[in-house]
């Protein structure tokens, strides 16, 4: 199985900063990464796929890169309704495996 | 408006049987691939099961031999048969629609989820 490694695990950081997420596969997954965004009580919101493409609706503050074994996720100017729990997931093979969560927090 | 309802969640003794529905609307779900995902308290975003538009399945080895995932056409409607439970699957299930009909470009649609608590 693939495993998803994200950093950190926890975040705390203020409205207008600029945030990054890194993802680390455990083998080669080429592009095939997606990033979400999970609230509580709320289901998961696909944000970026294909490693890089911004999902449509999705502001574009936000912005993915990588391939092989390791992505990123920034946002280049938080805003309140940014702070959440994001997840990494890759798609390359079976089983389809979830990062085990960024929650970013208000400092 | 594109849409998905889950239902069928609840309390369960261990070891017995639950099916949730997935009801979807705005789309067919016999020409995507759909998922069940889910999340137990306190933990992150588990993938479950997978049907092909073809009809194939995969599933994770946790649930393998006692989750079943299939569909009706006719409902428009995915299911989750679930045996043999055990208090881990204790989770919000939420099923999933591939974005843009390609499983490998994540999924985009998302249902509001369903609480199933296996417990004496």
């Known amino acids: 199985d693939i495993q998803l490694t994200q950093s950190p695990s926890f975040l705390s950081a203020s409205v207008g900063d600029r945030v990054t997420i890194t993802c680390r596969a455990s083998q080669g997954i080429s592009s095939y990464l997606a990033w979400y965004q999970k609230k509580l009580g709320k289901a998961p919101k696909l944000l970026i796929y294909a490693a890089s493409t911004l999902q449509s609706g999705v502001p574009s503050r936000f912005s993915g890169s990588g391939s092989g074994t390791e992505f990123t996720l920034t946002i280049s100017s938080l805003q309140p309704e940014d702070f959440a729990t994001y997840y990494c997931q890759q798609l390359n093979s079976y089983p389809i495996t979830f990062g085990q969560g960024t929650r970013l927090e208000i400092k | 408006e594109v849409q998905l309802v889950e239902s069928g969640g609840g309390l369960i003794q261990p070891g017995g049987s639950l099916r949730l529905s997935c009801a979807a609307s705005g789309f067919t779900v016999s020409n995507n691939y759909m998922s069940w995902v889910r999340q137990a308290p306190g933990k992150g975003l588990e993938w479950v099961s997978i049907?092909?538009?073809?009809?194939?399945?995969h599933d994770a080895d946790s649930v393998k031999g006692r989750f079943t995932i299939s569909r009706d056409n006719s409902k428009n409607t995915v299911y989750l048969q679930m045996n043999s439970l055990r208090a881990e699957d204790t989770a919000v299930y939420y099923c999933a629609r591939a974005n843009t009909m390609i499983i490998r470009n994540g999924m985009d649609v998302w249902g509001q989820g369903t609480t199933v608590t296996v417990s004496s």
């Open positions: 049907i092909y538009s073809g009809g194939t399945t």
